[in-house]
């Protein structure tokens, strides 16, 4: 039998390509599922673990795309400090008086999962047609080329995030600074 024309079989679950294979799978639920957790919660500490749940996913799915660092900072920035000053915010926000009593919109019961049923059947009919190819690894994605990186063709988007930080924290003082009153 000519080699080349051998059948290659998939990998086992006990492989490592199997076991990898799992784990993105169940990541990717993790993913969606706090993604769920955080649209649907009646209570907004419930939805921002839910946040934090799929911040969390997203993190292991930048893992599994060969950039720890960026990895790293989703848990650091996402994670660690936009989902506790949410946290926070809630925290020192007055109890809401009013609570939401039903569907408020066209696409909130039936309607709405006959959409997402509808989206989701596209997106997996067009996954299963789809040719995924992988590309070659370019670099080995430590933080010192991502820093030569940042600091030499990308100075300028490194400059514009930096600027957008800032203008969000000035922001966040002259709100602070108004207190509950207004």
């Given at each position: 039998m000519n080699p080349s024309m051998a059948i290659t079989e998939a990998p086992g679950l006990?492989?490592?390509d199997g076991l990898t294979g799992l784990i993105f799978l169940v990541m990717m639920a993790t993913t969606i599922i706090g993604g769920i957790i955080a649209c649907c919660a009646k209570r907004l500490v419930r939805a921002v673990a839910g946040l934090i749940v799929c911040f969390i996913?997203?993190?292991?799915?930048?893992?599994?795309?060969?950039?720890?660092?960026?990895?790293m900072m989703q848990m650091l920035i996402y994670v660690g400090a936009v989902c506790i000053a949410i946290a926070f915010a809630i925290m020192l926000a007055a109890p809401e008086e009013s609570q939401k009593t039903g569907p408020s919109g066209p696409l909130s019961g039936p309607l709405g999962f006959i959409t997402a049923g509808i989206v989701t059947f596209g997106l997996l009919v067009l996954a299963s047609r789809t040719k995924f190819t992988v590309f070659p690894k370019v670099s080995n994605g430590t933080v010192k080329e991502l820093g030569i990186q940042f600091l030499t063709s990308y100075s300028m988007v490194?400059?514009?995030?930096?600027?957008?930080?800032?203008?969000?924290?000035?922001?966040?003082?002259?709100?602070?600074?108004a207190g509950r009153s207004k």
């Open positions: 006990l492989t490592a996913g997203v993190a292991t799915l930048y893992y599994f795309l060969n950039s720890p660092f960026v990895a490194f400059e514009l995030i930096s600027i957008v930080l800032l203008v969000a924290i000035i922001g966040a003082l002259v709100i602070a600074r």
